[in-house]
Structure formats: structure tokens, C-alpha cells
């Protein structure tokens, strides 16, 4: 394999320490869906490819919710990657590590956020240059005291934590230093018309440790 070793930009992160997995299964869901996340303070959106319309929304997202940072996730090839981009994609977020989609993001400079769950994976994609890890799934790989202990030696790595993370938890994920903000999907447990209210408590919680 030739390695391309890059700087990614993930400073976007610096300001949204949220990041919700959205999954569209139906295309007019899109807009009330990233509204009420909107409406809630929330300011960026991880739109999954675990549906068809995932293209179609990240492109109506993009197009229509100019204030907020739309990426794409559960990226796991290049074909996908390259498809996310061109609907609009401003990041892209895998649930492990796939060098198509790696590649593609060096090449389109595109900040790539790859899934590990071993110091084995953090060391490759480290000497890859990449600085910010999805630590997934974050509750079934040891959650708060597993990121505490990998981090001890990886101190230079900045993690985005997702799975099994909601309101009564995030605050001790996002009281750890090595914790560059967390993505769940807890927002949409109670329908659209609750997202905003959900929302907006998770970002005061979330502020209490910024």
C-alpha cells in the first residue's frame, strides 16, 4: 500500500461539541430533521449511508442549510466517498479505517474521521497524519476508562467518541482532555418534534464543559 500522508483541518469541531448521527430514511424528513437541530443550537450534522437517500439528503442539506456543517458518515469505501463529496459533504466519518475513502479525502482535502477501537489502529492512522479519531463503539470498547487509558500514551490524538453516548453521559466523555466533541443520535429518541428541545439541553451540558 502507498501511504499519503496529510494534515487534515478539523477545527470546525472546535465550536460544536455534538455531533448527531442522523439517518434519513425518507427524503422530506431532511430538512425538518436538521432544523430542529438547528433550532436547538446545534451547527453541524453527520448524515449516514445506511439509506439510499443518504446522497440525495446531503445534497439538499448542503443546498438549503447553508448555516450548518453537513458531513457524511458510516463511510466505509471510496465509491461512497467520492459520491458524499460531490452532493456537498464538508467531512467525512467512518466506522473503521478505509483507505479509499482516506485517499479520497486527501486528494479533495476533506477532513477524514476514521472509526478505531485499538491503540493497533490509532498508531496506523496516526502515522498516516491523522489527529482526530471516531473511538467506536465507545460504550462496548470500555467508554470513558478506555479512552482515559489510550489516551495516556497517544497524547498528541483527539478523539470523537460514538456509541452508547446520550445526556446522562457526554459530560464525562467531554470532561476528558483528549475529547474533541461526541456524536450520538440520542436527539431523535422522541420524534422530530422533540429534536430541537433535546437538543438544546445536550448543548448546555455540553458548554458546562467547554
Known amino acids: ?41 446545534i451547527k453541524v450534522a453527520e448524515i449516514t449511508f445506511r439509506t439510499s437517500s443518504a446522497g ?3 445534497r439538499l442539506a448542503c443546498n438549503k442549510m447553508p448555516n450548518m456543517i453537513i458531513g457524511a458518515g458510516t463511510v466505509i469505501n471510496r465509491e461512497q466517498c467520492k459520491k ?14 478505509s483507505y479509499g475513502a482516506y485517499k479520497v479525502c486527501v486528494e479533495r482535502e476533506i477532513p477524514y474521521i476514521p472509526g478505531v477501537a485499538t491503540p493497533t ?13 471516531k473511538f ?3 460504550s ?10 489510550i489516551s495516556s500514551v497517544f497524547p498528541d490524538i483527539k478523539f470523537l467518541p460514538t456509541g452508547g453516548i446520550d ?17 450520538g ?9 422533540n429534536i430541537a428541545s433535546i437538543s438544546r439541553k445536550a448543548v448546555e451540558l455540553a458548554k458546562q464543559e467547554g
Open 167 to 183: 445526556e446522562n453521559n457526554m459530560t464525562e466523555y467531554l470532561a476528558l482532555p483528549c475529547v474533541k466533541a461526541i456524536g
Open 56 to 58: 440525495e439528503a446531503i
Open 121 to 133: 489502529e490509532v498508531i496506523l492512522a496516526k502515522e498516516l497524519g491523522l489527529s482526530v479519531l
Open 1 to 41: 500500500m502507498h501511504i499519503v500522508v496529510c494534515n487534515m483541518e478539523f477545527s470546525f469541531l472546535d465550536n460544536n461539541k455534538i455531533v448527531p448521527v442522523v439517518v434519513i430514511k425518507n427524503i422530506e424528513d431532511t430538512l425538518p430533521i436538521l432544523n430542529g437541530l438547528y433550532d436547538g443550537g
Open 185 to 193: 443520535s440520542f436527539m431523535f429518541r422522541e420524534g422530530i418534534e
Open 140 to 149: 462496548v470498547y470500555g467508554g470513558v476508562n478506555a479512552l482515559k487509558a
Open 84 to 97: 458524499a463529496i460531490e452532493c456537498g459533504a464538508k467531512f467525512i466519518v467512518s466506522p473503521g479505517f
Open 136 to 138: 467506536f463503539p465507545a
